[in-house]
């Protein structure tokens, strides 16, 4: 298992323009480190952290699929009156709401089936540090 960074390696990662996350209670360690690298978006998790990813991507899955939702709804609204102007503009909103690109339904879609993939890819990690430390372990 990889060794948590520790508060000088944060700090000195901050000097060269890491963004830090709060720090683990016990350890003393960075949970999250994020910063540019090269012009590269870089951030590095430490390994224990993890399982808390998972769980806070699942949180976030749930607050687009609600978006999703609330899209629907809004796609399906009755105008209040028949003229001409608000029918129109009840049409408009029904579009940017569930139809067309860049709508509302499909920007909530876009970002679940990347957290999605990204938990796939945590998930991976996950997987590849165990199999790493077990073969450590028997090494």
């Not at 910063?35 to 978006?41: D, E, I, M, R, Y």
């Not at 749930?62 to 049409?91: G, H, W």
């Amino acid at each position: 298992m990889s060794e948590p960074m520790s508060p000088q390696q944060a700090a000195a990662m901050q000097a060269v323009g890491m963004a830090m996350t709060p720090f683990n209670p016990v350890t003393g360690a960075a949970m999250i480190a994020a910063g540019t690298v090269n012009g590269h978006q870089t951030f590095e998790i430490q390994p224990d952290q993890l399982p808390r990813v998972l769980a806070g991507l699942d949180e976030v899955r749930a607050k687009y699929v609600e978006a999703q939702r609330l899209a629907r709804q809004l796609s399906n609204v009755t105008p209040p009156f028949a003229d001409d102007v608000t029918v129109e503009a009840f049409k408009k909103i029904s579009e940017r709401a569930q139809g067309g690109e860049g709508c509302l339904f499909d920007t909530a879609q876009g970002m679940i089936d990347w957290i999605e993939g990204f938990k796939a890819a945590v998930q991976q990690a996950i997987e590849d540090h165990q199999r790493i430390d077990d073969d450590n372990r028997m090494a």
